[in-house]
């Protein structure tokens, strides 16, 4: 058994959920998952039990500092990735981080590991984009060394925002719009390799450094929705529909759904012709890349976690 003792603030999410897996399966046994979100905080309890889950706002002082007394390793996760109101963003991507290295500080822990995003460098211009830009900027400027990685959009076990929660919109409707004529080109990241790539930092402390971990398939929007279709068996008729049309829908979502799944600024994020830097992230850390049409066959038909469907 490993007794590092690895705190997780915002481990509830896809990245963290993903990573306790991982870390579980290798022999770690001293984990600490913070999150506010109680609900899939109890799903992480029910498949890991050993785990320790704390349900707390990291954007706020509280009781939950007190674990980081001790700890060996931080994986900085907590990320406000959609959402309508931009204080929501400051929250969860700054103030935490704020906070956070503060408690790194204090308490002397030897080795972080933050979570950036390939967003730094987009060309879109949302709440997102514009709070972790700002977050990395904190973290370079906070004097703790550490690698900050950079993953592209992801998708995995326990995804519930990105292609897990379109290949489930696909499962329920007759028809599956997209927008435009789908050619956008996209770079998507298997978390499972993404989670290795932490892990490789954790145990080869990986020295400080900004690292672009970007998917090494480029494929087009619609032919990853092709993908997951085939994937995951469902009848469900794929249709374009004109993007000015696709976007006057979502808006219209937004005014009865305070937390829609997507919304006007992921669409303009999705057509934002971003490309990003293809590493060779696989030698880096040692960690191979899963092809999309298996790490696809992974996700959605995995025996066991495949079924595990996280709150949104």
Not at 256 to 273: G, H, R, S, Y
Not at 276 to 285: A, G, I, M, S
């Amino acid at each position: 058994m490993n007794k590092l003792r690895i705190i997780l603030p915002g481990g509830a999410g896809l990245v963290g959920q993903n990573l306790v897996a991982q870390l579980v399966l290798k022999g770690y046994n001293n984990i600490i998952v913070i999150d506010k979100h109680k609900t899939n905080l109890e799903s992480l309890q029910v498949i890991h039990p050993a785990v320790i889950t704390i349900n707390a706002d990291l954007s706020k002082p509280g009781a939950w500092q007190n674990y980081f007394k001790g700890a060996d390793v931080v994986v900085m996760l907590q990320a406000q990735i959609g959402g309508l109101f931009y204080q929501e963003f400051i929250d969860n991507n700054i103030s935490s981080t704020e906070l956070i290295l503060d408690l790194i500080k204090e308490n002397s822990i030897p080795y972080l590991v933050h979570i950036s995003s390939s967003v730094v460098e987009s060309v879109a211009d949302d709440f997102y984009t514009r709070s972790k830009i700002k977050q990395e900027k904190i973290v370079l400027a906070g004097g703790i060394a550490c690698p900050i990685l950079r993953p592209t959009l992801m998708f995995g076990w326990f995804d519930r925002k990105h292609l897990g929660w379109l290949a489930r919109l696909m499962q329920k409707i007759p028809v599956f719009p997209i927008p435009g004529n789908g050619k956008f080109m996209r770079q998507p990241l298997y978390v499972g390799d993404f989670c290795g790539v932490i892990i490789s930092c954790i145990e080869n402390r990986i020295p400080s450094g900004i690292f672009n971990i970007s998917g090494h398939q480029k494929i087009d929007y619609i032919d990853m929705i092709r993908v997951i279709k085939r994937a995951t068996g469902t009848k469900a008729v794929i249709l374009k529909i004109p993007y000015g049309l696709f976007y006057a829908l979502l808006w219209v979502w937004a005014l009865f759904d305070k937390n829609p799944p997507f919304t006007t600024q992921q669409l303009q994020a999705l057509v934002a012709k971003d490309e990003f830097e293809v590493t060779n992230w696989p030698e880096t850390f040692g960690v191979p890349f899963t092809p999309f049409e298996q790490a696809i066959e992974e996700t959605f038909n995995h025996p066991k976690y495949s079924k595990v469907v996280l709150d949104f």
